[in-house]
């Protein structure tokens, strides 16, 4: 759940005007945006405020926000030998030191009230993106290229694990708190699929920005695994090097986001319901995606407050 968005009014006042990406590139007004809901509301973290293609812009592509139709590539990968085109080697640090002046600003102006996470997409989620050129029901295009170039696939996924290690690192070193790798095209993936071209680089990820924190003296920070739809992999995310998975160390919610049409009192209903199958267990208590354009600040008011209350109750009487 992307806390910042357009349901809120002065969400939509700051971003007046202004380009998409070019906000992402202001750490001030990413800064701003991540502060928001939290004016708004009791939550107990703050995400910053980003996009996951940062990643492929940082690569050398050129990613465009369209109205009415969302992020698009100028030029997407058609063919294997546009990986060519592809920066081989990124220096986060000057490709992507906005998002890292972000979080340092942002977690300085939260002085310690919630923590700070940080995030990124997911390999197979960003080169799903990078070839179908934008948003895609079936992601038949990027699916292709799993069936006719599994070597250059292979290729194009570990040049991602590599860069998104090296941005979530630097995320750390900036100030974030956690670390949250979304895979949100998991479900478009086959068990088979996504058990040979998603799997391993999510694993490797944990791994090796665990390995990284440890050998720069950072801290070591939980993470944080979303794969969208991947219910048939929930015992393997568990033991994927991730504090937090959909079923794992600690759980992590699953309201259905359109939850928040129904009035107040039906929210409270549904949060009690979905915290009374966490039991008294760690868990996050969140949606299973994101929110939606017309939905009610007083609504996702109502969903906040609930789950404060109904996890008090449950808690006092186990």
Same mark, same amino acid.
């Given at each position: 759940?992307?806390?910042?968005?357009?349901?809120?009014?002065?969400? #939509?006042?700051?971003?007046?005007?202004? !380009?998409?990406?070019?906000?992402?590139?202001?750490?001030?007004?990413?800064?701003?945006?991540?502060?928001?809901?939290?004016?708004?509301?009791?939550?107990?973290?703050?995400?910053?405020?980003? !996009?996951?293609?940062?990643?492929?812009?940082?690569?050398?592509?050129?990613?465009?926000?369209?109205?009415?139709?969302?992020?698009?590539?100028?030029?997407?990968?058609?063919?294997?030998?546009?990986?060519?085109?592809?920066?081989?080697?990124?220096?986060?640090?000057?490709?992507?030191?906005?998002?890292?002046?972000?979080?340092?600003?942002?977690?300085?102006?939260?002085?310690?009230?919630?923590?700070?996470?940080?995030?990124?997409?997911?390999?197979?989620?960003?080169?799903?993106?990078?070839?179908?050129?934008?948003?895609?029901?079936?992601?038949?295009?990027?699916?292709?290229?799993?069936? #006719?170039?599994?070597?250059?696939?292979?290729?194009?996924?570990?040049?991602?694990?590599?860069?998104?290690?090296?941005?979530?690192?630097?995320?750390?070193?900036?100030?974030?708190?956690?670390?949250?790798?979304?895979?949100?095209?998991?479900?478009?993936?086959?068990?088979?699929?996504?058990? !040979?071209?998603?799997?391993?680089?999510? #694993?490797?990820?944990?791994?090796?920005?665990?390995?990284?924190?440890?050998?720069?003296?950072?801290?070591?920070?939980?993470?944080?695994?979303?794969?969208?739809?991947?219910?048939?992999?929930?015992?393997?995310?568990?033991?994927?090097?991730?504090?937090?998975?959909?079923?794992?160390?600690?759980?992590?919610?699953?309201?259905?986001?359109?939850?928040?049409?129904?009035?107040?009192?039906?929210?409270?209903?549904?949060?009690?319901?979905?915290?009374?199958?966490?039991?008294?267990?760690?868990?996050?208590?969140?949606?299973?995606?994101?929110?939606?354009?017309?939905?009610?600040?007083?609504?996702?008011?109502?969903?906040?407050?609930?789950?404060?209350?109904?996890?008090?109750?449950?808690?006092?009487?186990?």
């Amino acid at each position: 759940m992307r806390q910042a968005g357009r349901y809120l009014p002065e969400f #939509r006042e700051t971003r007046a005007g202004q !380009d998409f990406f070019a906000t992402c590139r202001s750490p001030k007004l990413c800064c701003e945006l991540t502060l928001q809901p939290l004016r708004r509301f009791p939550l107990d973290a703050a995400i910053i405020f980003s !996009d996951i293609l940062v990643v492929p812009q940082a690569l050398g592509m050129e990613v465009v926000m369209v109205p009415g139709k969302g992020p698009t590539f100028t030029e997407p990968l058609k063919e294997v030998e546009d990986l060519l085109k592809l920066r081989q080697k990124v220096d986060v640090t000057a490709e992507l030191g906005y998002v890292f002046q972000a979080i340092t600003l942002t977690r300085h102006s939260l002085e310690g009230r919630v923590p700070l996470i940080g995030f990124s997409g997911a390999p197979w989620t960003l080169m799903s993106y990078m070839i179908e050129g934008g948003g895609s029901t079936t992601m038949a295009k990027a699916k292709s290229w799993l069936y #006719r170039h599994p070597e250059a696939s292979h290729r194009l996924l570990q040049l991602l694990a590599d860069v998104i290690t090296d941005y979530l690192v630097g995320q750390v070193a900036a100030g974030a708190q956690a670390l949250q790798l979304f895979e949100s095209h998991a479900g478009h993936l086959g068990p088979e699929q996504f058990q !040979d071209f998603a799997l391993p680089y999510v #694993r490797d990820i944990a791994q090796a920005v665990k390995s990284r924190l440890k050998e720069e003296a950072l801290p070591l920070v939980p993470m944080i695994i979303f794969a969208k739809d991947a219910h048939y992999a929930l015992r393997d995310l568990a033991h994927a090097g991730y504090e937090v998975s959909g079923r794992a160390l600690t759980c992590l919610g699953n309201l259905d986001p359109c939850a928040l049409y129904a009035p107040k009192e039906k929210i409270g209903e549904l949060v009690k319901k979905m915290l009374e199958g966490f039991g008294t267990q760690r868990y996050i208590a969140n949606l299973g995606h994101g929110l939606y354009p017309d939905m009610s600040p007083e609504h996702v008011g109502a969903f906040v407050e609930a789950v404060h209350a109904h996890s008090r109750h449950i808690n006092k009487h186990s």
